[in-house]
């Protein structure tokens, strides 16, 4: 991976831009990725990928071209550029249209793992092979393992533009997850777990393969109960489900478009005091740490909601321009194929003080909720939710028997209302990481 390789080909998009006098973005990356699957300690899948591209957006008379190539031929990227300039002919005039603007400096970031690069295919095999072989010797039950594997990335990225911007990365990280089933006496549940991280020394494949086992085995032999409005306990992974649906509702685009329940409510108290919502990119520990965003913007630690009070939306220089504030450093492509559009980073519920045994002892009658089922049903606009849902039944301060078959209902803003205690536990899951949550009541139908 090079950086003066993508350098040289931006330059030459860049100046083709300046001559045709029209503001110019050019957007390069290398991405490579290594997927390994095992199944009964065997290699099932190993797949190796590499691509590398170049996105180039212009700005004429307020109107936008866009076209990418992954040919960095200087041939192939002119081409590109005059695609750009002539589709800015056929596009809408928006006086918010604008690149970011002069030179920043970039917060000095670790975000490269040599020990990922270095360790070999072998010693990531074995990795996906310890993860199976722990979950199976942690219990007979475990029957059947789906998927367990190993994953990492490796990434650079340059952006430059003709206000003079200029942001170079590069990155990686690496992962471990299993996917397995438990059987007894005719019941069969599943069970996963992952581990994402930065560095390759954290990951612990021991560990996940008895968690993933464990979350199998505890669900085995689940009852129905009857419907009732009970304290519930969120562990910290449907936590970051939930959270999918508020990083919508803080999606500046999305409150623009009038398409979130939270637009015109910035300042107003809209959580439980204990509830602490941050996007902070500048998280040494979380996957997606990083010195800017996809336009180049310095990236920050976002406080989005404090003590309940929802401060502010995530904005990229579009949506920024719209509301004439600033951009929040929050500007995501999917890829160089795509124009930038807000989205977020490491996005997280902050811890506080309590053990999730500690949240637990203070229910006499409750539910600990392990699983949700139907998130994608949720409307962003009302807030309001009814989704599947298992766990595990609380009775005076102790787990006891599972539960499934059962749904919870209500509203996002009352659930973050509801909450009465926040948990110390914090984990990630992809670039969203969360504790558990105790809510003070909890609309469940048996």
């Known amino acids: 991976m090079n950086e003066d390789y993508l350098k040289e080909a931006g330059y030459i998009a860049l100046e083709a831009g300046l001559r045709k006098g029209v503001d110019t973005e050019v957007y390069l990356t290398i991405n490579r990725q290594l997927s390994i699957e095992v199944a ?254 996809d336009e180049g913007v310095p990236t920050r630690c976002n406080q989005i909601i404090s003590r309940g009070v929802l401060n502010h939306y995530l904005y990229d220089t579009y949506s920024a321009a719209r509301d004439g504030v600033t951009s929040t450093g929050n500007a995501r492509r999917a890829s160089f194929r795509s124009l930038p559009g807000v989205g977020s980073s490491n996005f997280m519920v902050l811890p506080a003080a309590n053990s999730t045994e500690s949240l637990i002892a203070g229910i006499g009658k409750g539910l600990y909720i392990t699983e949700v089922m139907g998130m994608h049903t949720v409307n962003p606009i009302s807030g309001d939710f009814s989704v599947g849902a298992a766990g595990i039944m609380i009775e005076n301060g102790g787990l006891t028997f599972p539960v499934r078959g059962i749904t919870i209902a209500g509203n996002i803003v009352d659930l973050l209302q509801n909450i009465d205690a926040v948990g110390s536990d914090m984990r990630f899951y992809g670039s969203k990481a969360a504790p558990a949550l105790r809510l003070q009541n909890v609309n469940i139908s048996g």
């Open 40 to 293: 009964d300690h065997l290699v099932e899948t190993l797949k190796e990928s590499e691509e590398t591209g170049l996105g180039i957006r212009l700005i004429k008379d307020n109107k936008i071209g866009f076209a990418y190539t992954s040919d960095l031929s200087a041939r192939a990227i002119l081409e590109a550029v005059d695609d750009a300039y002539q589709i800015t002919a056929y596009t809408s005039a928006d006086q918010y249209n604008q690149l970011p603007s002069g030179k920043y400096e970039y917060q000095a970031m670790q975000l490269y793992d040599e020990e990922i690069n270095s360790a070999s295919v072998e010693t990531k095999i074995a990795m996906a092979q310890q993860v199976e072989e722990a979950a199976r010797q942690t219990d007979g039950r475990i029957s059947i393992i789906e998927r367990a594997g190993y994953e990492d990335a490796e990434y650079i990225t340059l952006i430059m533009n003709t206000n003079g911007l200029y942001a170079s990365a590069k990155g990686n990280f690496s992962g471990i997850y299993i996917y397995l089933a438990a059987e007894e006496k005719g019941d069969a549940q599943t069970g996963f777990a992952m581990c994402m991280s930065k560095w390759f020394k954290d990951l612990q494949p021991i560990k996940v393969g008895r968690e993933a086992a464990a979350n199998a085995i505890r669900s085995l032999h689940a009852r129905n109960i009857d419907s009732a409005v009970i304290p519930c306990v969120m562990e910290p992974y449907v936590v970051t489900q939930f959270m999918t649906i508020l990083s919508r509702m803080v999606n500046a685009e999305t409150v623009q478009k009038g398409k979130s329940l939270l637009a015109g409510k910035i300042g107003q108290k809209i959580a439980s005091t204990s509830f602490h919502l941050v996007d902070d990119a500048t998280r040494a520990d979380g996957t997606a740490c990083f010195p800017f965003d």
